[in-house]
């Protein structure tokens, strides 16, 4: 059920003649199996089917260029992005939104991020060309950050030290296989590395935090399209207050939950956002794109 965090966070809202609300959900098929994303999508559809009080269904899309036309538009008026996403469409998306919110995973909007390795190995980050590294695929910019350490401690592009980078949808694996083998580099949330320790406190046994992040790091972002019905942006409000309560019975295998939205202040983003604009610099430098 780990899969679901990634539809709950790439939504739109669209409100219908028949007061019916669509979720409009945006996802990456490079990040997301598609197969499997439709049958997630199908669950929650019968899931929410059953309760009275929220009318709503889910329908998924997988062209971002459509997606950012509509909302442009108007079309779509309630949109919820990842980091990327938003950082490499800034301008349309200011342009075009009345507010952004954070999403708030675990009661926090921003997050600490490990770069965690078996205990035994020692030098990790001078011998990196001996590892390979797994990250959260809910969490792209956390593997951004390891690849701008990559560059600018190593000099020279990215696959030429790593030999693989691999995608991970349930972040509990991201501690075993650091657990059970060396060779392994993992990033995964502060959060979600405590929520694995609570349940097993051996972990610490085998597992060392090699580097961490500051907590600056964020999962996705919500935009409000402007719009001068001033009755759909409240009603997106309690609506959203209304899904929050209806995720928090879902049970993550990670522990990573879809806790609610908090207002931005446009300082939350500043640090992220360097390291982003840091990264394409380096990429383009040792990788020639």
């Known amino acids: 059920m780990r899969i679901v965090f990634v539809f709950v966070l ?19 098929k490079n990040m997301v199996d598609l197969k499997t994303a439709k049958l997630i999508i199908n669950v929650l559809n019968k899931q929410l089917a059953l309760n009275e009080e929220i009318n709503l269904f889910f329908k998924l899309y997988t062209n971002e260029k459509q997606t950012r036309k509509d909302f442009k538009s108007g079309k779509i008026r309630f949109l919820t992005v990842m980091p990327v996403e938003y950082f490499n469409n800034k ?6 939104s009345l507010n952004i919110q954070l999403a708030t995973i675990n009661n926090k909007a921003l997050h600490t991020f490990y770069l965690i390795g078996n205990k035994k190995e020692k030098n990790i ?12 695929a809910m969490a ?13 401690n190593n000099k020279k592009a990215f696959k030429k030290v790593i030999h693989e980078a691999k995608a991970i949808s349930k972040t509990n694996s991201l501690v075993h296989s650091v657990f059970f083998e ?14 694995v320790l609570e349940l097993n406190p051996q972990v610490t046994k085998k597992v060392n935090i090699v580097k961490q992040t500051d907590e600056i790091f964020f999962y996705a972002l919500t935009l409000t399209r402007k ?22 019975s879902f049970t993550f295998s990670s522990g990573g939950v879809f ?10 983003l500043l640090k992220s956002e360097k390291i982003y604009t840091d990264f394409l ?4 430098k040792y990788e020639g794109k």
């Not at 301008?91 to 075009?96: C, Q, V």
């Not at 995964?188 to 590395?193: A, R, T």
């Open 140 to 152: 792209p910019l956390s593997l951004i950050w390891f690849k701008t350490l990559v560059y600018k």
């Open 281 to 284: 610099g380096l990429r383009k």
């Open 227 to 248: 719009n001068d019905d001033k009755e759909e942006v409240k009603r997106f409000k309690e609506l959203t207050m209304g899904v929050n309560f209806l995720l928090e």
């Open 259 to 268: 806790t609610g939205l908090k207002d931005l202040n446009t300082k939350d």
């Open 91 to 96: 301008k349309l998306y200011a342009k075009h």
């Open 182 to 195: 060396k060779k392994k580099l993992s990033i995964i949330s502060k959060s979600n590395y405590e929520t």
């Open 10 to 28: 790439l939504f739109s809202f669209v409100f219908s003649k028949n007061n019916e609300i669509e979720y409009s959900i945006l996802i990456n």
């Open 125 to 136: 980050l001078k011998n990196l060309a001996e590892y390979s590294i797994a990250y959260d």
